[in-house]
T-cell receptor, first 113, second 114 residues
């Protein structure tokens, strides 16, 4: 089955700096790659996603890049703010089983003042 | 639009008992998926229901089951609870069909098995 690896497991940045989280996936058939942010006591919140026919997608301070050949995708957060502190998860799914997300192990991002 | 709601938010059960968790999807969403989140195994897919039918299934034992009603609300049931079933159970809803990929999660039900 699909396997998604995520790095780093923890990331500490200063406010205003950029943060990058990387994921690799094993199944070349995967075509949908969402990113979720989970704050303490809450469920994961979809923050951005990308499909395999697109190489990059941006939404304000957040961007995701996808390299299908290398089977990896990354989340970029620019101008980080304290409210960006949370656990971030990447995930992947395949056509026909789009709802069956395989998640990475998560990255705890801490933005310090 | 109201988000995904899950009830109850917290639950304490004893080994051997059974439990039923409930999920109400976002209005208009027809697909409901369930996930288990634990510190050791992370987020794992349990199953998905669409139009009252189980459409996808993860690798969990038969003690874990679910159903969906005609109004798209869903329940999951865990029978013969084990200590290892202690987890945050998350429900996610999606608009509809195979072309709708986005899933929106509820706050979860925290189940503790003693």
């Amino acid at each position: 089955g699909e396997n998604v690896e995520q790095h780093p497991s923890t990331l500490s940045v200063q406010e205003g700096d950029s943060a990058v989280i990387k994921c690799t996936y094993s199944d070349s058939a995967s075509n949908y790659f969402p990113w979720y942010k989970q704050e303490l006591g809450k469920g994961p919140q979809l923050i951005i996603d990308i499909r395999s026919n697109v190489g990059e997608k941006k939404d304000q301070r957040i961007a995701v890049t996808l390299n299908k050949t290398a089977k990896h995708f990354s989340l970029h957060i620019t101008e980080t703010q304290p409210e960006d502190s949370a656990v971030y998860f990447c995930a992947a799914s395949k056509p026909g089983t789009a709802s069956k997300l395989t998640f990475g192990t998560g990255t705890r991002l801490q933005v310090t003042l | 639009k109201a988000g995904v709601t899950q009830t109850p938010r917290y639950l304490i059960k004893t080994r051997g008992q059974q439990v039923t968790l409930s999920c109400s999807p976002i209005s208009g969403h027809r697909s409901v998926s369930w996930y288990q989140q634990t510190p050791g195994q992370g987020l794992q897919f349990l199953f998905e229901y669409f139009s009252e039918t189980q459409r996808n299934k993860g690798n969990f034992p038969g003690r874990f089951s679910g159903r969906q009603f005609s109004n798209s609300r869903s329940e999951m049931n865990v029978s013969t609870l084990e200590l290892g079933d202690s987890a945050l159970y998350l429900c996610a809803s999606s608009p509809s069909g195979q072309a709708s990929y986005e899933q929106y999660f509820g706050p979860g039900t925290r189940l503790t098995v003693t």
